[in-house]
Antibody, heavy 127, light 108 residues
Framework: EVQLVESGGGLVQPGGSLRLSCAAS????????MSWVRQGPRKGLEWVSA????????YYADSVKGRFSISRDNSKNTLSLEMNSLRAEDTALYYC????????????????????WGQGTLVTVSS | EIVLTQSPGTLSLSPGERATLSCRAS???????LAWYQQKPGQAPRLLIY???SRAAGIPDRFSGSGSGTDFTLTISRLEPEDFAVYYC?????????FGQGTRLDIK
């Protein structure tokens, strides 16, 4: 059974930083792309970032590019999201999600969708 | 960015009835790259349908998806008590994937 357990959320001031983690089990972690998807009170569901199975290719939504960094450690079956320069609009429940692609071409993949999700970790950005 | 508009916002039905949920896109969704998710209170979304009409693993056959271009439908043939939840569509055919705002399916 696939299990994804997020941690690291909390209350942080605007401009601050936070690191989220996701512990994965029940599947061969290194063979799957992984994503972070957030669910906020105003924007609803929003894809944030994805990383290839090997960790060599990363993808970001425009809203977080340059501020967030996704990474993974396949030896420990963990996924991470480093979040810097946090803003009020980053307030959301952050989910770790096992990711499938619509297609891959030329070393990049496109069109992620999400076939397993964790329970989420809450990030609140407020002074 | 492709905007997905789901209707109705809330659907009130009884167990055993048929539910039809709509997802309309502001532009054509490439190759029917559309997914449907179910979310119950306090839980994460669960993938039901991908590729507009393919059921995800373990999803009962009372759930079916159809449509192409800009109009997509999720149908639940006979509602079970556990089906009352919020349903989201998601398109993944453009460079900026987007979700709909959701349809809440309530017990009448």
């Amino acid at each position: 059974e696939v299990q994804l357990v997020e941690s690291g959320g909390g209350l942080v001031q605007p401009g601050g930083s936070l690191r989220l983690s996701c512990a994965a089990s029940g599947f061969t972690f290194s063979t799957y792309a992984m994503s972070w998807v957030r669910q906020g009170p105003r924007k609803g569901l929003e894809w944030v970032s994805a990383i290839s199975g090997g960790g060599t290719t990363t993808y970001y939504a425009d809203s977080v590019k340059g501020r967030f960094s996704i990474s993974r450690d396949n030896s420990k079956n963990t996924l991470s999201l480093e979040m810097n320069s946090l803003r009020a609009e980053d307030t959301a429940l952050y989910y770790c999600a096992k990711t499938r692609w619509a297609y891959c071409s030329g070393g990049s993949c496109y069109g992620p969708y999400f076939d397993d999700w964790g329970q989420g970790t809450l990030v609140t950005v407020s002074s | 960015e492709i905007v997905l508009t789901q209707s109705p916002g809330t659907l009130s039905l009884s167990p055993g009835e048929r539910a039809t949920l709509s997802c309309r896109a502001s532009q054509s969704v490439s190759s029917s790259y559309l997914a449907w998710y179910q979310q119950k209170p306090g839980q994460a979304p669960r993938l039901l349908i991908y590729g507009a009409s393919s059921r995800a693993a373990g999803i009962p056959d009372r759930f079916s998806g159809s449509g192409s271009g800009t109009d997509f439908t999720l149908t639940i043939s006979r509602l079970e008590p556990e089906d009352f939840a919020v349903y989201y569509c998601q398109q993944y055919g453009s460079s900026r994937l987007t979700f709909g705002q959701g349809t809440r399916l309530d017990i009448k």
